[in-house]
């Protein structure tokens, strides 16, 4: 028989908790500020955004959430997810590496955003909540709430920021297709969004006013909440069933990784990947390498200060100690649009301190320079964000091929490039620049720090 | 544990053979004719377009062909493709009925296509043609060819009909990424393409002049052949792996279809779905209902003539025994780009004849609505092409309903509605009409018959 291309878990193997890497680190991860007092935020403080569930699996010190019943029946539409032995790209590549990727694209949405949208739809239908507010750039993630809330017969409300809402309609047709509704943002709904409109008719929108129109909106709504689609525990904890899959797909191609990578934003793709082998390695089970993967035009980890920081631009949330380029930081408009917030994960950071990681930064022609090779030779066409994990991957595989090291490689494709197919088209023609952030720029934007 | 949603077959059960039907018929199908003597056509007519290989699967009198181990390899990438149990629809709709889809949507281009894309790759890199030309519409069919080129090293030159090549980029830009060259049509390269612009500069181009360039650049180029994504024998037979794997999967679940529904346009969907089941149908072994779903607007089986018809508008091709409705008709736009042929198989059309399935027409607002049904439910947002059969296999779920039937329904879910969001849009804010053909038109069409 020839030799396998796919693992494939049965849908019994699907796993029926979460992990959370807490419990297990040498020390616990400081905790969220009130950002008037400088005190540790309480349960209370997060009750009129999030559910009480979800504030508790933010906090828990338990090793593992059980997933509940619910849930794992909508994650059977597309979980397990397949983990792939790139044969054909170490073919193109010249490696002796062993390269393998686990695809979350295989999703409704075509990411690994559903992982953590569902069980967060799950829990506020559980609790009474009618509807949910969201913010989204490019609209991954509002695409993941949107088929989510669907599931869950939950309203859905999006704000995308509205120079995406313009530019790049499919996903808010998407979004509106599962049955949600979506705004531009900054819109007229909000005091924050009529505030910014009063300065600037035209105002094309950030992330940040997004988020804050659509944490005011759940605020003022009883019946409504908030729904973030990363950066925080409970999100990172639910996309842990990504690196548990992996887990048991490694087992059954009877290999074991010697290096883990994964491209980074808010770090719920990387986390969800990452800990569970964190947790091998941890216990002296195994002892790859792990190595996260962020835009050199965002480069929180690489370059950013370890401190505390608001997780919004308009400076509305806790205090989150973190890597960061400084809330008010905007980075250039590289197409990675999931990489390109100014934080990373406070667990991550917290991790990255504790030197449980490592971190490298690389532009994005390089990036989709692995995008098109992997395409051609794997046929699947990944995301802008996972194309910066790909390219930490080629250059490993050529190091391998001079060196003669076989390496089994392991990476998170988290997503594919239906609707970012604009970018690969610049690239195509020559028209894609790298956005490396210089140091003046680094400079001005740390200097916004609390 | 919990009943199955999906049924997932190992790599080890990818089938190793294509079904061939054509000798399990009671007749066999009427040849092609050369449209000048009206005889029977041989094989060396269709050599300067078509590999040795392919030439002779399209004319064999064998029940099964094997497929070659390096078809399987790239098959690999993505079969055995998911069978699921609409569990959720089910529960939506309210139906005993049990449904089933076969799920085409996890290939590289998000549809069935590849299943014959790559063979026709592979057969002609085997006899060392170096450059496969081909006609796409919308662009399904010219993305699969482009990534089975990628995968066997063979250049791959697609002309796009204008009207889309402007209009829709994403599918260009994805034939782009797997290395293809794309050209809208008609294009300055070929006699045919400037013959059309001479005369009108401002073409949109069509289906037919597209295939008039793909094969003229072809014929002249003798390192160089012409694919055909649907409407042939062999393309038929490719797409039957769909079937057998569909088959074992019903074994899985321990369940036998009492209706098998699929949408047609040139057939290789359905034919692919339904010949296996068909075989065992006719062999007594079963007894489904077998149904093809076309688009109101272009009713080729339902209200098409019987009869010797040109594939291509410009009466390039042999004469085919087809259920047409005229080589010149040129449906309306609807959004079912796929199913917009004014032919059909003329393999399925002879089985029609013989009794063997039947055929129903519907109107694409129904359509539609069952696809925002299925997404909501389901979580795959269908494309334009498969909500045709979604569409009957509602209108029989709710019957089933009324009645009290258990009755076990499958379809094929060829593909997903990532590039045919806009599509869609003009659903949900009501900008869609029905487009049922005329009896003016259909009697005009028809009289275009040579």
């Known amino acids: ?22 419990p ?17 935020i309480g349960p209370e403080d997060l009750a009129p955004l999030f559910p009480r569930a979800l504030i508790a699996q933010e906090v828990t010190g338990e090793s593992y959430v059980e997933i509940p019943e619910e849930v794992r029946e909508v994650y059977r539409l597309w979980r397990p997810s397949p ?12 490696t002796p590496a062993r390269l393998y990727y686990k695809y979350e694209g295989v999703s409704p949405v075509g990411s690994h955003k559903p992982n953590t949208a569902v069980p967060q739809a799950f829990y506020n ?22 088929f989510a809330c669907a599931q869950f017969g939950l309203d859905c409300e999006v704000w995308q920021v509205r120079a995406s809402y313009d530019q790049k309609p499919y996903r808010k047709l ?56 990363s950066v925080l525990n409970h999100v990172l904890l639910h996309q842990t069933v990504i690196g548990e899959e992996a887990l048991r797909q490694f087992a059954l191609a009877g290999d074991t990784p010697d290096l883990i990578v994964g491209c980074t934003g808010g770090g719920s793709n990387f986390g969800g990947l990452a800990f569970p082998f964190l947790r091998e390695k941890l216990a002296g089970r195994m002892n790859p390498v792990i190595r996260a993967v962020e835009p050199a035009a965002c480069p929180s980890l690489t370059r950013g200060t370890y401190a505390y920081d608001f997780g919004d631009t308009a400076g509305l ?74 390219a930490a991957c080629v250059r490993e595989a050529l190091r391998c091929k001079e060196t003669g090291e076989e390496k089994a490689i392991l990476t998170a ?14 690239y195509l023609v020559g028209e894609m620049t790298d956005h490396d952030l210089s140091e003046e720029a680094l400079t001005a934007a740390l200097a916004t720090l609390p």
Chains 1, 2 share one sequence.
């Open 24 to 40: 297990d680190l040498p020390e616990p991860p400081p905790p969220p500020l009130h950002p008037g007092t400088r005190e540790p």
């Open 317 to 390: 949330t806790p205090l989150l100690k973190m890597h960061t380029l400084g809330h008010e930081f905007v980075p250039d408009p590289i197409h990675a649009g999931g990489l390109r917030y100014h934080g990373m994960s406070p667990l991550l950071s917290h991790i990255f301190e504790l030197g449980l990681f490592e971190a490298v930064a690389i532009g994005q022609r390089e990036c989709f320079a692995a995008g098109v090779r992997f395409a051609r030779a794997e046929g699947i066409i990944p995301a802008p964000e996972p194309t910066h994990a790909l």
């Open 83 to 94: 983990l792939y032995r790139a044969r054909r790209l170490e073919k193109a590549l010249g």
């Open 125 to 146: 239908a559980a609790e009474g909540v009618t509807r949910l507010t969201t913010e989204t750039g490019a609209g991954q993630w509002g695409s993941a709430l949107a």
């Open 1 to 22: 028989m020839a030799a396998r291309t796919k693992y494939v878990l049965d849908e019994a193997d699907l796993p029926d908790r979460w992990y959370n890497i807490v």
């Open 174 to 229: 998407m979004m509106e297709t599962f049955g949600a509704t979506v705004h531009p943002s900054p819109s007229e709904l909000t005091a924050s969004g009529r505030a910014i409109l009063a300065a600037d008719p035209r105002s094309p929108g950030s992330l940040g006013i997004a988020i804050s129109e659509a944490v005011e909106q759940a605020a003022a709504d009883p019946s409504a909440r908030y729904a973030l689609g």
């Open 413 to 426: 494709l988290c997503g594919h490039a239906h609707l970012d197919l604009p970018a690969y088209g610049a």
